[in-house]
């Protein structure tokens, strides 16, 4: 069994920062990927950012350049720094860890909300 512990989450002014962080802990044999999605209310999931075992990152298109994905791989922890934020990333993020030999995990979430 895996658990998620998501923190950071919170409410900020427009071009304000948040540093959101997602740990991993329990019985699996390795993680392939960690990452974010998000969703906000009458809206789609969307990719936010994922970075493979390799070090290989993905961001989704609205947050290119502004927000960027680390791991701690030693801490299973994965991370990620949300600058000049926008009142349109307002949504819940959800951690997302790809397990071996298992498959995605979601964690509850954590709410962002960006005041214009």
């Known amino acids: 069994q895996v658990q998620l512990a998501e923190s950071g989450g919170g409410l900020v002014q427009a071009g304000g920062s948040l540093r959101l962080s997602c740990a991993a802990s329990?019985?699996?044999?390795?993680?392939?990927?960690m990452g974010w999605y998000r969703q906000a209310p009458g809206k789609q999931r969307e990719l936010v950012a994922r970075?493979?075992?390799?070090?290989?990152?993905e961001y989704g298109n609205s947050v290119k350049g502004r927000f960027t994905i680390s791991r701690a791989e030693a801490k299973n922890t994965v991370n990620l720094q949300m600058n000049s934020l926008k009142p349109e990333d307002t949504a819940v993020y959800y951690c997302?860890?790809?397990?071996?030999?298992?498959?995605?995990?979601r964690g509850q979430g954590t709410q962002v909300t960006v005041s214009s």
């Open positions: 329990g019985n699996f044999f390795s993680i392939d990927a």
């Open positions: 970075i493979e075992s390799t070090g290989d990152t």
């Open positions: 997302n860890v790809e397990l071996r030999r298992v498959g995605p995990v």
